[in-house]
Every structure is written in structure tokens, then in C-alpha cells.
């Protein structure tokens, strides 16, 4: 079965960036959470299992440390440590109604965290590839720390919404006014 999580492709990146808002929260996330988040992002049916989901939890952790760089060339190494580790397996897949683009299988007998590692080292490489940079990142706002994915074509991004851009420049013009 394709999953559209990887190539040069925002949509597989969204869910990185959601799956690393979901564990870096501090709560617990379980089998059915994960399995949800997943399936929706268009990921295989796992069945998962607490030992996946806190297998999934770990390989998250240093998906959130790429996420975390700024610096290319570390986010570069990062990515190739994890493709030398769990190689991925690409293949062209036309979905209905769209182009052909890359997309990555599980093997069948990959464990859910071996899968993840696997298409999110491949879609974070091709997105670094093409643009050149790190197009990701942490929010800006206080308060917030959400991650992020960059897909904007001008400044690099700093914060997760518009609504966290406009809540910065609101203090910040509050900030500036004199006192009443």
C-alpha cells in the first residue's frame, strides 16, 4: 500500500511536524492516538501496540531533533545516519486523479517505528535537498514551540500559524505604545 509521506511532497512533512507537536506535549500518547494520526496522514494500518506506540514515541525523539536544527549540515548528517540505519524504499505511485510521485513501503515485516524513521529520513532529505535548507522549524511565540514545516518560498518561516505571527506583533505594538 503507498503511503504519501514522502518526496518533495509538504503533505508527508505535515504529518512529521503533527507527530512531533503530539509527543513533544509532555502526555502520553497511546496505541490508538498514534494509529489515528497515521491513518490519517495516509500511513499503513498499523495494528499498534504500547510497546509500538512507545517504540514510535522514541524514533519521534530524534525526528524532533532534526526538526529542532537550524544548521544544515547537521540536519544533513542527522538524515543520512538515518537512512544508513533504515533505508528507505521508494517507488513512483500515480494515486487517482494525480501525477506520479514518490512515495515509500513499509516492508511487511518493519516494525511501525523502523517504517517512520525510514519515510521521514527520506522526506526530510528531499525537502532539505530542495530547498536548500532547513525548511522547518520551532514556533517562535512564547509559549508555543510547535513545530513546523516551512512552505513558504520567501523569508524563512518562525512561527506555526498566523495566528502566533499576529499575537507577537500585537505584544510588540502594545509594547511600543506609551502609557496611557
Known amino acids: 500500500m503507498p503511503e504519501d509521506l514522502s518526496g518533495a511532497n509538504p503533505r508527508g512533512l505535515h504529518f512529521i511536524a503533527e507527530l512531533a507537536n503530539a509527543v513533544q506535549d509532555g502526555t502520553r500518547v497511546g496505541p490508538a492516538d498514534l494509529q489515528e494520526l497515521v491513518e490519517r496522514h495516509g500511513g499503513p494500518p498499523f495494528a499498534l501496540t504500547d510497546s509500538d506506540a512507545r517504540q514510535l514515541c522514541e524514533a519521534t525523539a530524534r525526528l524532533i531533533g532534526i526538526l529542532a536544527t537550524q544548521d544544515e549540515d547537521r540536519a544533513a548528517e542527522a538524515i543520512n545516519t538515518l537512512l544508513d540505519h533504515y533505508p528507505a524504499r521508494p517507488r513512483l505511485v500515480r494515486m487517482p486523479g494525480r501525477p506520479w ?60 500559524t498566523p495566528r502566533c505571527a499576529t499575537r507577537v506583533r500585537v505584544a510588540a505594538h502594545r509594547a511600543h505604545q506609551p502609557p496611557r
Request: hydrophobic share 35%; with cysteine.
Open 101 to 160: 510521485s514518490l512515495h515509500t513501503r513499509a516492508r511487511p515485516d518493519a516494525a511501525p517505528a523502523d517504517w517512520l524513521l525510514s519515510t521521514a529520513a527520506l522526506a526530510l532529505g528531499l525537502w532539505l535537498g530542495e530547498r536548500g535548507r532547513c525548511a522547518w522549524g520551532q514556533c517562535a511565540a512564547p509559549g508555543c514551540g510547535r513545530y513546523f514545516i516551512d512552505t513558504g518560498r520567501r523569508s524563512p518561516q518562525r512561527y506555526c
